[in-house]
């Protein structure tokens, strides 16, 4: 990292100040992250997720779960029906 050189005062105090505003923004921007984490790790959030991922694979291989179980759930109620 360069040194800078200042020709005032002025400038070290602007360059003081912008350096304040980034620390608060960075403490800011660590707190909101730490709210976030402890949202996400919720018991209620875990299971929505879990769902979810489960929803989402499931959605992609409906059309083959359909096909299978369309043909095993007639052939189960063909059977109930006869008695067996």
């Not at 505003?21 to 790790?41: C, F, G, M, P, Y």
Request: aromatic letters at 8%.
């Amino acid at each position: 990292m360069r040194t800078k050189k200042y020709s005032s005062y002025a400038q070290i105090e602007l360059e003081l100040e912008i350096l304040k505003v980034e620390r608060a923004l960075n403490l800011k921007r660590i707190v909101l992250d730490v709210q976030k984490t402890k949202e996400s790790v919720m018991p209620i959030n875990l299971i929505k997720g879990f769902i979810g991922d489960y929803k989402s694979i499931l959605s992609h291989y409906s059309g083959t779960i359909v096909n299978i179980a369309i043909p095993i759930l007639i052939s189960w109620l063909t059977k109930r029906k006869r008695g067996n």
